[in-house]
């Protein structure tokens, strides 16, 4: 076994594996890629990594300057991971309707972690798109007032390089090509842009569906009638996400709460994994597609960041 410099080198690299169980008589195949397994617990570490590994080669990141970004959890985690091995201060901005879990891993981890209240009349653990604008302007002060540098996964290349460079290029390895379709919950878009550019130049004929809750399918144009859904981590009722290319989106699929939640519970007691709410909206988004074709989708995140939600009670 090949000994790593540090935590870094383990980011990526992740399992795919196949959920026969939970399949079974669907007439198709499910590979789900096991984004948990990162050292942080999410698909996020590879954005964070390559983030501050691109800031740094060109120069808008500096030795020491402070590092932000607005997180629902799991981009803070992987940058408060990546921070801290290359010795950068990092401030997470985050909604106080996100789990707590994440919270304090970050600050486990080094991470500064700010918190800011939801609009009035929002409910906790459902956050939507004007409380993520909330948290975009704190983020955006902090930036200014203190001269950090601001990941900004919603519009940084390195988002979509993560999963352009590695992410894709793994399944296609892991499958010899042999996949019909692909789908992914929309939050940044990064997965979804990075993954569906490298399938449509490797097979055009491989399908990218977009994910989304059933009552925020603003990508797919649909009004936003349940901003406040419970999947935590995404459809967040923005109707335009700059990483994403719609020449590269086949189709929309929309995902109640419920059926999220049944999924991820379903992944557990199945198939052995522990993961959360985008997870389980992913796996319920890509059963809607097998009808006997080859699907892959993601495992975004474990189940342990979400103890204290609903989705385990």
Not at 24 to 31: V, Y
Not at 67 to 72: G, L
């Amino acid at each position: 076994m090949k000994l790593l410099p540090s935590v870094l080198g383990a980011i990526g690299a992740t399992p795919l594996v196949e959920l026969s169980r939970l399949t079974r008589g669907m007439g198709g195949r499910l590979f789900v890629k096991l984004e948990y397994l990162n050292p942080g617990g999410s698909k996020k570490d590879r954005v964070a990594c390559q983030i501050i590994e691109d800031a740094e080669a060109d120069g808008s990141l500096k030795p020491h300057q402070p590092v932000v970004e607005m997180t629902s959890g799991n981009t803070g985690t992987g940058l408060a991971i990546v921070c801290a091995v290359k010795g950068y201060p990092f401030i997470a901005v985050m909604s106080r309707g996100n789990s707590q879990e994440r919270v304090r891993m970050m600050r486990a981890l080094g991470a500064e972690v700010v918190l800011v209240d939801q609009l009035p009349g929002s409910i906790h653990g459902q956050v939507s798109g004007g409380d993520l604008e909330l948290v975009n302007q704190e983020t955006a002060r902090i930036e200014r007032e203190r001269g950090a540098f601001r990941a900004d996964q919603f519009h940084h290349q390195g988002n979509f390089r993560a999963h352009y460079l590695h992410t894709a290029r793994e399944i296609l390895e892991q499958t010899d090509g042999k996949i019909d379709a692909f789908c992914e919950f929309a939050g940044s878009g990064g997965t979804f842009a990075g993954c569906a550019a490298a399938f449509k130049e490797y097979n055009p004929r491989i399908q990218c569906f977009i994910a989304e809750p059933f009552g925020s399918a603003v990508l797919a144009g649909k009004d936003a009638s349940q901003p406040n859904h419970r999947i935590q981590g995404g459809g967040y009722s923005m109707p335009q996400l700059p990483l994403l290319k719609t020449e590269h989106i086949d189709g929309y699929l929309r995902v109640t709460d419920e059926d999220a939640m049944a999924a991820a519970r379903s992944l557990a007691k199945l198939e052995g994994i522990f993961a959360g709410f985008s997870s389980g909206a992913n796996v319920a988004a890509a059963k809607q597609l097998l009808a006997g074709r080859t699907v892959v989708t993601t495992i975004n995140d474990s189940g342990m960041k979400y103890l204290s939600t609903e989705l385990w009670e």
